[in-house]
């Protein structure tokens, strides 16, 4: 028996999805979710073998609800947003259902489980979530779960990023948070107009520099509005110059 959870804030569409499962005996829903933190709970609790996933939802989409997932299922998505469809078949995603969703395209998606979940790979997942943050959707926003409470930052609230070990610290108006990406994925995602690396372990907001100082011989330091100096590499001052226009 193969478990999953529906994930979309329309219960008409989810109403569908369960109409057409009912041809599936050997598919078991555990749960039905109106948005993503639902969804995160759900998933937490019940572990299913795979979900069908809506992506533009309220408070969170779902692909900021799948990286906030420790272990990702596998996932067929269905959403009426075909912007993202390239993006899903490119990472080899199980499956994407283009809302109204057809019975007959319906099955060819099931028919793809199989072979997906045996092979235990849910490296098609992480890829597609990185691709999905280079859109403009994603990256004007940073999705953090600290101490079990999700907190949604706007980039413009970012001062600056730190590689901390397997984390990227990410130090804003409200506080500092962590989150489980590289500082590379960061340097990709986040508008090169705003953000820019500075060294190896930090990236910046432009928007807060305040004075940049030479230390001793070719090396710079930056001082942020929240008075805080950061080290700046011979690479990253040559960035720094040219975003500033110096």
Known sequence: MMRTILIDDESLARDIVKHYLSSFPDIEVVAECSDGFEGLKAITQHQPDFIFLDIQMP???????????????AVIFTTAFDE???KAFEVNAVDYLLKPIEQSRFEQAIQKLPGRLNSGDNSATQELLDS??????????????TNGVIKIISVNDIHYLEADDDYVKLSTTEGVFHKN????????TLDPGQFIRIHRSYIINLAQVTKI?????DNYIVLLKSDIWLPVSKTGYV????????
């Open 59 to 73: 408070k969170i989409n779902g692909f900021e609800m799948l990286e906030l997932v420790e272990k990702p299922p």
């Open 84 to 86: 993202y469809a390239i």
């Open 132 to 145: 999905a943050a280079l859109s403009p959707a994603q990256n004007n926003r940073v999705v953090v779960k």
């Open 181 to 188: 990406k590289t500082m590379s994925f960061f340097e990709r």
């Open 213 to 217: 100082e030479l230390k001793e011989k």
């Open 239 to 246: 960035k720094l110059k040219a975003a500033l226009g110096m």
